[in-house]
């Protein structure tokens, strides 16, 4: 462990050196399969052929420019991003850095484009309790959980959180509300679907009351659930959408995408990011892209997600409560603390594997995309044995 780092996180005691594909090798030698992702970034795997390639080639073209210009590849990046989310009818985007730049992007623009229609006072966001939106004051401020929201106020002011769609109606005030900023399947609170009634419900009020309806897609998108964005499955479209962590399969980026009725609410001077779409990160855009909108590569998502709740829900283990999954993103409820068998899964001979918890008692399985059967497989056999031996 180093003295040099604050003291953020609670770190294992591994330190990596290189990645292939699924696996993860340590200063030791020791490998690990990677059913984590580094959550949800690694989305093609490590050490992918065609994002090295893109990256290297393009590191020794240019690595960046400011946003006073353009680059060649920034502006093939915005376009193929924006076609990927065009079936949630997303029309532009911003180019940032992270998920929570992403958030703070999106809550500007409800704020501003409910401001020049209707004036002040008309600056609330309703997001769902259990959510999460990032860590920085504003998007600390619109995450729905309480122990988030300690030490550092006062926070960002005018975020209602509701548990859920009983509450709706009521929360989604037409004199107070500019937005409501949900994530289509929760990540951090353990991988919870919203229900098909809660999104049409949503998306026929916040229609019918001028409200934007912002999708938080930063865990559950870019191809994650086998559709490219989680809210697609769902049939109804945004006004405003957000990505980061796999977007760029490790180099770090985010974007804030808007549809007809907000598109436009940003003009120039409002808001703005020194990397924003910086050449090194959209040159991995693209190779991301390129792949995951491939109907195909969904599809497989999609079977393997399947694979891995049958073989879970095949286990009948006594220490499984409840199994949660969409594609590649699956909750397993247990009846213990997840963090010793998340140590245990890690531990393990000959091979180690990465898994995530959510909260105390989610386990949180985020494979790459490019993982084979026989590692899903050989994954699985290696969490049922820590299972096992914690029964
Ligand atoms: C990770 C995450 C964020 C925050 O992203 P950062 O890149 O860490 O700022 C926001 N929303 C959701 C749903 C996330 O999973």
């Known amino acids: 462990m180093s003295d040099y780092f604050m003291n953020t996180y609670h770190r294992l005691p591994v330190t990596f050196t290189e990645g292939r594909g699924a696996w993860l090798y340590d200063t030791t030698g020791k490998v690990y399969l990677d059913f984590s992702s580094g959550i949800a970034v690694n989305c093609l795997g490590h050490n992918h052929p065609a994002l090295v390639r893109a990256v290297s080639v393009q590191a020794a073209k240019l690595i960046h420019t400011c946003n006073y210009y353009q680059s060649d590849v920034s502006l093939v990046f915005a376009e193929k991003l924006v076609r990927a989310c065009s079936g949630a009818g997303m029309k532009k985007v911003f180019l940032c850095n992270s998920g929570a730049e992403a958030n703070e992007g999106a809550c500007k623009i409800a704020r501003k484009y409910s401001l020049k229609k209707y004036g002040e006072g008309r600056h609330r966001i309703v997001t769902l309790k259990g959510s999460f939106h990032g860590r920085t004051i504003t998007t600390l401020a619109a995450t729905g959980q309480e122990k988030f929201h300690r030490d550092f106020g006062p926070f960002t002011e005018g975020f209602d959180y509701i548990p859920g769609i009983a509450a709706l109606?009521?929360?989604?005030?037409?004199?107070?509300?500019?937005?409501?900023?949900?994530?289509?399947?929760?990540?951090?609170?353990?991988?919870?679907?919203?229900?098909?009634?809660?999104?049409?419900?949503?998306?026929?009020?916040?229609?019918?009351?001028?409200?934007?309806?912002?999708?938080?897609?930063?865990?559950?998108?870019?191809?994650?659930?086998?559709?490219?964005?989680?809210?697609?499955?769902?049939?109804?479209?945004?006004?405003?959408?957000?990505?980061?962590?796999?977007?760029?399969?490790?180099?770090?980026?985010?974007?804030?995408?808007?549809?007809?009725?907000?598109?436009?609410?940003?003009?120039?001077?409002?808001?703005?990011?020194?990397?924003?779409?910086?050449?090194?990160?959209?040159?991995?855009?693209?190779?991301?892209?390129?792949?995951?909108?491939?109907?195909?590569?969904?599809?497989?998502i999609s079977r393997k997600g399947e694979k891995i709740t049958a073989i879970l829900k095949g286990w009948n283990h006594p220490l499984v409560k409840g199994i949660r999954g969409r594609g590649l993103m699956t909750g397993i409820d247990i009846e213990k603390d997840a963090w010793p068998v998340l140590e245990a899964c890690l531990a393990a001979d000959p091979s180690g594997l990465l898994i995530l918890s959510a909260g105390q008692k989610t386990l949180r399985l985020l494979p790459p995309y490019v993982i084979s059967d026989g590692e899903i497989e050989q994954g699985l056999a290696l969490l049922r044995t820590v299972l096992d031996a914690s029964a």
């Open 169 to 300: 109606d009521k929360a989604l005030d037409k004199k107070t509300t500019a937005g409501l900023l949900i994530e289509a399947v929760q990540g951090e609170s353990g991988i919870v679907p919203q229900s098909e009634e809660f999104i049409r419900a949503a998306a026929a009020l916040c229609a019918e009351r001028d409200i934007l309806l912002m999708f938080d897609e930063i865990q559950c998108g870019l191809g994650r659930t086998g559709t490219f964005l989680a809210c697609e499955s769902y049939g109804v479209k945004a006004d405003v959408v957000t990505l980061a962590k796999g977007i760029a399969g490790g180099i770090p980026a985010g974007a804030v995408l808007a549809g007809d009725r907000a598109a436009g609410v940003f003009e120039t001077g409002d808001h703005g990011s020194t990397f924003g779409g910086n050449p090194l990160a959209a040159a991995a855009g693209v190779v991301v892209l390129d792949t995951v909108t491939d109907p195909a590569f969904l599809k497989e």
